[in-house]
């Protein structure tokens, strides 16, 4: 298949970016027969990232694996607002971690901090297993990490899921037949997993630790409500170009 065949086929399947797309692919492939299977993948609705097997994502380059959430460059607002709170030997914690995306960013601006990750996803922890080389664990928020944490925690930074059950199925069909639905679905109004996320952070966080969680703009006052509920001083911080919302609270201690 030639780049035009390849990008022709890209464009029929919908993809809107299908001459840089057919770019990747071409550079991706070690082989006509490879390069042959991963456009038929990508054309039969697969997300590119998990065509590819990486994401970049602020600057780095992120193993994916299939059903694994694809991180978004809206995230970048998160990552980066949590590299900013994060000192040179901070206990750090990327809760919800998927690929492990974003304590790879923290960890690549500060070397020196001691990181964990987990997920309840076995994909996910597997993949991020890949990415970070480190510290990962299975289980469901807080229970899956080591008890010694609690109360040490300076940055918990949570990508959780907040799109409301619902519309789900309004969601592009890369997300929502290519990735884990527990990566996706926040519950009736998307805030579900945000809630117990904010219940049990000051009991994680140092004294002056911080929680950051993305959510919408819609959904931000009802998130800095449930921070404070929780005894967290909360600000959202947002930017326009990435679209992108986070709420940041901080332990008084």
Do not use: K
């Amino acid at each position: 298949m030639t780049p035009a065949e390849i990008v022709l086929t890209l464009r029929a399947a919908g993809c809107v970016f299908a001459e840089d797309e057919a770019d990747l692919l071409v550079a991706a492939a070690t082989s006509p027969a490879e390069l042959d299977d991963m456009v038929s993948r990508r054309a039969s609705g697969l997300p590119l990232e998990q065509v590819l097997g990486w994401a970049e994502f602020c600057g780095l380059r992120i193993l994916v694996e299939p059903t694994v959430f694809v991180p978004r460059r809206r995230s970048e607002l998160l990552a980066g607002s949590a590299r900013d709170l994060t000192a040179e030997h901070a206990t750090v914690v990327d809760l919800c971690c998927g690929t492990g995306a974003l304590g790879a960013v923290l960890r690549a601006a500060r070397p020196g901090i001691d990181l964990h990750a987990a997920d309840i996803d076995p994909a996910a922890v597997r993949c991020a297993r890949r990415n970070l080389h480190g510290q990962v664990h299975e289980g469901d928020l807080y229970d899956a990490l080591p008890e010694e944490l609690r109360g040490t925690v300076d940055v918990l930074v949570v990508n959780a899921p907040y799109v409301p059950t619902d519309a789900i199925e309004t969601m592009p069909p890369e997300a929502r037949l290519h990735e884990a639905r527990v990566a996706l679905d926040g519950g009736a109004d998307g805030l579900d997993v945000h809630r117990r996320v904010a219940a049990d952070a000051a009991a994680w966080l140092a004294p002056g630790g911080h929680l950051l969680i993305e959510t919408s703009e819609r959904q931000a006052p009802v998130a800095v409500g449930l921070f404070e509920q929780a005894g967290l001083v909360a600000r959202t911080v947002t930017d326009d170009d990435l679209g992108a919302t986070v709420v940041v609270g901080t332990n008084p201690g």
